[in-house]
């Protein structure tokens, strides 16, 4: 099978030695534009259920740093682009000819109020690895996944698409290279912000800056965090992981075939 898409040897070289590398522009406008209107959408939906709740954090996090979790199930576009050929190829050429989806999700960050008090929240997202989140976010993660699938670091991948562009001014992803191979870093919970906080030196941390279409392909070990929006536009990326079959112990709606034998399913 043809691939639309080539990772390159100097791309597997940088997986390996820093637990990422990044492709180049590989989706159109047009295919963005649809995400997009999509994430509009849906985003409006959560800050109208968030508003219902009469929660601050939640209205907070609605606002301003929405993450919305397994959009194949709410949009037949979102559904698509997560089973997009891309995928397949980049999937074909790093884990292997079968591969399933396992996890989808928009954040969204808008930009943050000029006027804020130092001690306001804001849409920084802290220090952590996706696969703490995995054992230690997911109500009985233990009856769900197959620990040694979940646990094996070149089984999967996470691809992060910038569906805005994403710079540092805007909140973008930022990583500390190679700190994947220093395996479970502990977290600590803040209670605060909800959210786990990876203990780890970031002194050789680098923003991940990319253009609209682009994707970042990264490693679930890899330590990464993304910072405030200060700008004037809105940030959207899509960050979706694909993993070798067999995560999940039984069915369930959230595991679906990506690709079986080089072909997509
Ligand atoms: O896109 C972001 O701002 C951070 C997303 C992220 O790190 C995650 O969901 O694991």
Known sequence: MNNQITVTDAQRQQYAADGYFITDVVFDEATLAGIRQEFKRMWAEEIEKAKQSGEKLALDWAMYRPHMAQLDHRSPTCHAFCHHPVFADLCRQTIGPDA???????????????????DT?????????????????????KEIYNMDVLREPNNAITCWCAISRTTVDNGTLWVVPGAHKNGLIHHNMHEARKEWQAQLDTAYR??????????????????????????????????IGYTAPGLYLKPSADNAPLMRAGKLS
């Open 206 to 239: 680098i923003p991940v800056v990319l253009r609209p279409g682009q994707v970042l392909v990264f490693n679930k070990y890899l330590p990464h965090c993304s910072g405030t929006n200060n700008s004037d536009e809105t940030r959207m990326a899509y960050q």
């Open 121 to 141: 929240w804001d849409n920084v997202f802290g220090w952590h690895q996706d696969i703490w989140y995995a054992l230690n976010n997911v109500k009985g993660a």
């Open 100 to 118: 399933d989806l396992v996890w989808n999700q928009a954040i969204v960050k808008a930009a943050m109020p000029k006027q804020r008090n130092a």
